[in-house]
């Protein structure tokens, strides 16, 4: 690893500066046998363009927002190109278990169960109930709350460096208390997102940052200062967006409400220190797992000291009988064996989005083994990009249109970053401009889709066994098609790219400015 220069960003794990080697940057898998399909290369995309269609059709058309159904349509997609195979099947079976064990896949569900046992923890100790106090006693209405979650969860993603976590914990805490408060719950399950996607650009320790960095030559920092100033040009319009909407879009009748309401309780507010440890933790350079682990230790603290919450509300252990182990505070007798409390809910209402998110690697494991990543970029490279305005074009849809199919952010940006940095090589543009064209796509677009990775983890928070639609009612449940054009951050930061391309804004080329530190295994 090359020296790094003083105040470079922490690491991700408190070691080392960040090299992408975490995520699989960097491992050399190119001498692996390529599998060999009918109809060539392209035939390659069979599963993953089945499995879009697959969601569209659910999503889109049926209007059915379930990862369960997803996960049917990417095990279909998935054994629907092995008859696609030429010759033996074998390459084509090992190369499914290499894409599930791939780095990528595991960063992103750890953050799951870590966020979903944490925020499921803060919830049990009345956190959305101090949330609502707050609301009420600094008049922040219908109108104003999904803008105020917008920049209240962008602080949060950019300080902890995950949005699929801030997404998690806004969707568990702030989206109930906001919908209680009378906000529209798809323009609230917006405005989460979108603050997740300017959280995930802009965050120094996020997975795409530091992706985008690495495979482009950059360091972190300076890409960080650049991609601010893109940022800012889509968060500003964004905000006014969700004012403006937050004022036209009614929200929802809840039975109760009115009751929920009144059980405001200011000593809920106590979490956001709970909330501030993982923050001040993950800044301060500590792995994500270890931060929220901290954090989830204070709240279970708080939760006991205070009242908050019994021991057996964050873990319980149901027996049919009693017995001399059922007068523990974590042993409850009914009339079902059984797990409850939070940890467990947090964790397991992710399951199945963990198995669709191994599936779809997988697929996209398939896809760049097969060559049919590299048919789509060779035919950009030599047909579409022939100026730099065109070239940078090329990035910005390419990027796009890899992580509609990808739609895990992180794994999108692995596959593309290569294409990335030929073509913009080819055309003498700076390692800055290429990984914020790279890093602002896969952002912006993982948050967007009805399929995409970000919108499932929160959607999945509404829908768990014990989610927000089993606890408050199905006016809790948002379809993630209907999210789709509100996701106003996401679609601005990919207009910006759009109109940059165009105009030349904020466009460097090599000689302009030299990387002053590239991290390399």
């Not at 919908?179 to 996607?197: E, K, Q, T």
């Not at 760049?368 to 970029?377: P, S």
């Not at 070239?391 to 910005?396: P, R």
Request: proline share 4%; hydrophobic share 55%.
């Amino acid at each position: 690893m090359t020296e790094t220069r003083a105040g470079a960003p922490p690491a991700t794990d408190g070691g080392d500066p960040p090299d992408g080697s975490e995520f699989g940057v960097g491992d050399e898998a190119s001498d692996d046998p390529r599998i060999e399909f009918r109809g060539g290369k392209w035939a390659s995309t069979v599963p993953l363009v089945f499995f879009i269609c697959w969601a569209i059709f659910q999503s889109g058309v049926l209007g059915i927002g379930d990862t369960n159904g997803l996960v049917v349509g990417a095990l279909v997609g998935t054994t629907l190109g092995m008859f696609l195979v030429r010759g033996d099947w074998k390459a084509y079976a090992d190369t499914i278990f290499e894409g599930m064990t791939q780095r990528v896949a595991a960063t992103a569900i750890v953050a799951w169960l870590w966020a979903g046992m944490f925020a499921e923890t803060l919830q049990v100790g009345g956190f959305v109930e101090g949330l609502i106090f707050a609301a009420d006693a600094l008049n922040v209405g219908a109108a104003t709350f999904p803008a105020a979650a917008f920049v209240l969860c962008g602080l949060l993603a950019t300080g902890i460096g995950t949005g699929y976590g801030a997404t998690v914990a806004f969707v568990t805490l702030f989206f109930p208390a906001g919908v209680l408060i009378g906000a529209n719950p798809v323009l609230l399950f917006a405005a989460i997102l979108s603050g997740a996607v300017f959280g995930d650009n802009l965050a120094p320790v996020s997975d795409t940052t530091i992706v985008s960095a690495v495979t482009q030559d950059a360091d972190i920092g300076g890409v960080v200062a650049s991609r601010f100033k893109y940022a800012i040009s889509a968060a500003v319009p964004a905000l006014a967006a969700y004012l403006i909407a937050g004022s036209v879009m009614s929200g929802v009748a809840l039975e109760g409400a009115v009751a929920l309401r009144e059980s405001a309780n200011a000593l809920g507010l106590v979490h956001l220190l709970s909330m501030g440890t993982v923050i001040v933790t993950a800044v301060a350079g500590r792995h994500i797992v270890e931060a929220i682990s901290w954090g989830l230790l204070v709240a279970i603290a708080f939760n006991l000291l205070f009242g908050l919450a019994s021991a057996s509300d964050i873990v319980a252990f149901t027996v049919t009988e009693a017995g001399a182990l059922s007068g523990l505070p974590v042993v409850e007798v009914g009339e079902t064996a059984g797990v409850g409390g939070s940890l467990y809910a947090g964790a397991v209402g992710f399951f199945p989005l963990i198995v669709l998110t191994l599936l779809i690697v997988a697929m996209a494991q398939i896809m760049i083994r097969g060559g049919g990543f590299e048919a789509i970029q060779t035919a950009l490279l030599d047909r579409v990009a022939t100026t730099v305005r065109r070239a940078e074009l090329t990035m910005v849809l390419g990027t796009a249109t890899i992580n509609g199919m990808i739609t895990i952010n992180t794994a999108a940006e692995i596959a593309i970053a290569p294409y990335v940095a030929r073509i913009g090589e080819k055309f003498n543009i700076n390692g800055y401009r290429r990984a914020n064209i790279l890093d602002a796509n896969t952002s912006a677009l993982g948050y967007i889709f009805p399929w995409a990775g970000g919108v499932l983890v929160g959607y999945q928070v509404m829908v768990g066994p014990d989610g927000l639609g089993a606890e408050y009612g199905p006016e809790m449940v948002v379809n993630p098609i209907e999210v789709v054009p509100y996701v106003f951050h996401g679609w601005f930061l990919l207009a910006i790219f759009i109109l940059a391309a165009i105009t030349g804004f904020g466009r460097e080329y090599i000689p302009d400015r030299a990387s002053e530190e590239v991290s390399r295994a």
